[in-house]
């Protein structure tokens, strides 16, 4: 099995250690989360435990099968994958699955299974710019044929998520300012994107409540709530996390033993941080945090290395989009942000994200196994 292993896993070791000890870490968190699910649902203790395995397992069946493909393929498919994800979008807004007022979702034919549009159109997003800066860096600092054609993208993606999904319209306009920063793009032109991205922002909130459509109430509230000035139904799931993590103290209550997670609405997904210090403590949260600064680490050693700006944009894209969801997330359990609906990647129960997020670490670790064949190509010279 370690010969097998050894032959057949490529790239950075110190990435696959990173998602296997995450995986390692999900499964109990979220079996313990889903106690009080299970019981509404009216299922087995164990049956959500064994959906989420299943989950993580093919995740990281498609973390093998996309990092022995050369990413240079994924170069040739950028820009066609970012065209499709535009009408996709669009659908996804008009005819999506709602909830909580926002479609985000749209029903795959014949499964019957849904997926979150937005994880689709980050990765093409993210292979489209990574293909236009590696093209551009001749006339990167030039605003017409330089920066236009990299902010027109990023100003229509966000534009077309932002209405269901402001967090990860946000989220995506941060990834890309820093993308940006790191293609040698103008810091006078980031920050005209990052103007851009706030009056674009700003519409959409005055536009959906001008219409009484869309998110912008919903928006509006959880500012509201994080600031104080809600009362203490709208401040629910914020209490009960600061409940938790003062449960928790530096080495938690125990594997099992949260009390939050039978109070929380979500504990499994966007509060699971939150059970995590409970039953793990301080202690806990800063292996966790840990984990995913490593990987971040691992990410930028590769794009250090790797000789081609359009793998070494595109690993540091999909690696830092990855670790700043999750300290996102953090963030809004401890109660430094507002409520955003994000969740902690490969650790909350979930479907089509985790999918996703293992694609991104399939199309890294593909990046580094690229890098160290042609520096054992240069040793052997």
Excluded at 196 to 219: E, M, N, P, Q
Excluded at 230 to 241: E, H, M, P
Excluded at 262 to 287: C, K, Q, R, T, W
Aim: net charge positive; charged share 10%.
């Amino acid at each position: 099995m370690i010969t097998f292993l050894k032959q057949n896993l490529k790239g950075d070791r110190g990435i696959w250690i990173a998602v296997l000890m995450l995986c390692c870490m999900s499964l109990p968190v979220v079996f313990s989360a889903t106690g009080s699910l299970a019981w509404r649902m009216d299922k087995s203790a164990n049956h959500y435990l064994f959906s989420h395995g299943i989950t993580l397992l093919l995740g990281i069946v498609m973390i093998f099968v996309f990092h022995r493909i050369n990413y240079v393929k994924f170069k040739k498919i950028a820009t066609w994958l970012f065209m499709f994800s535009i009408p996709l979008l669009l659908y996804t807004m008009l005819f999506g699955t709602e909830l909580n007022q926002g479609s985000r979702w749209i029903t795959i034919p014949v499964i019957n299974k849904t997926f979150q549009t937005s994880d689709l159109a980050r990765l093409s997003i993210f292979m489209y710019l990574s293909r236009i800066l590696s093209n551009k860096q001749d006339v990167i600092t030039d605003f017409k044929n330089g920066f236009i054609p990299i902010l027109m993208p990023v100003l229509i993606m966000c534009a077309l998520i932002a209405p269901a999904n402001m967090s990860t319209a946000l989220l995506l306009g941060i990834t890309c300012c820093m993308l940006f920063f790191m293609g040698r793009v103008q810091v006078k032109h980031i920050l005209l994107l990052a103007f851009s991205g706030l009056i674009l922002v700003f519409s959409i909130f005055l536009i959906s409540k001008a219409l009484g459509v869309g998110r912008g109430a919903t928006w509006e509230k959880r500012i509201e709530n994080f600031m104080g000035k809600g009362d203490a139904d709208d401040n629910f799931q914020a209490t009960q996390a600061q409940i938790a993590i003062a449960n928790g103290g530096f080495f938690g209550k125990g594997p099992g033993q949260s009390w939050a997670r039978n109070y929380l609405p979500h504990p499994y997904s966007d509060f699971i941080f939150a059970i995590i210090i409970e039953e793990y403590g301080i202690f806990g949260g800063m292996v966790l945090i840990g984990i995913y600064i490593f990987f971040l680490w691992r990410s930028i050693v590769i794009f250090r290395r790797c000789p081609y700006a359009f793998g070494a944009f595109l690993a540091l894209a999909l690696s830092f989009t990855l670790v700043f969801q999750a300290l996102i997330n953090m963030a809004v359990n401890v109660q430094l942000l507002p409520v955003t609906g994000l969740t902690l990647p490969l650790v909350s129960m979930g479907g089509s994200s985790i999918w996703f997020t293992c694609i991104s670490i399939g199309i890294i670790l593909s990046v580094s196994n690229y890098v160290d064949q042609m520096e054992g190509k240069q040793v052997k010279a």
